[in-house]
C-alpha cells in the first residue's frame, strides 16, 4: 500500500495527514523493526560506520517507500508552539 505524496507542505499540517502519516508508520513497523534487528544483530551502536550507514540508508528508502517519516507527525507541534511563543 503505497499512498500519494503531500501536493502541498501546508498539507502535512493538517490533523487528516498527520493521521495518514501515523497510519504509514504502522504500516511499515514490521518491516522497520526487521531492520533494526539485523542491525543490533550486526553489533548496533557499536557497529563499525559502514553497517550503520547502511542502516540508516535502508530506514530512509523505506520511508520514502512508504511516504511516511516519524517526524512528519511532529510538524504541526512545532506551528502550534511557534505560535503559542507570540
Known amino acids: 500500500m503505497v499512498l500519494a505524496p503531500a501536493k502541498e507542505p501546508l498539507e502535512l499540517l493538517t490533523p487528516a495527514a498527520q493521521m495518514k502519516n501515523?497510519?504509514?508508520?504502522?504500516?511499515?513497523?514490521?518491516?522497520?523493526?526487521?531492520?533494526?534487528?539485523?542491525?543490533?544483530?550486526?553489533?548496533?551502536?557499536?557497529?563499525?560506520?559502514?553497517?550503520?550507514?547502511?542502516?540508516?540508508k535502508q530506514m530512509k528508502e523505506l520511508f520514502k517507500k512508504h511516504n511516511c517519516s516519524p517526524t512528519r507527525s511532529l510538524v504541526g507541534i512545532f506551528v502550534q508552539v511557534k505560535h503559542c511563543k507570540r
Open 22 to 56: 501515523v497510519a504509514r508508520l504502522a504500516w511499515v513497523q514490521p518491516e522497520m523493526e526487521m531492520i533494526t534487528k539485523q542491525w543490533k544483530a550486526a553489533g548496533g551502536y557499536s557497529a563499525p560506520p559502514k553497517i550503520t550507514d547502511g542502516y540508516q
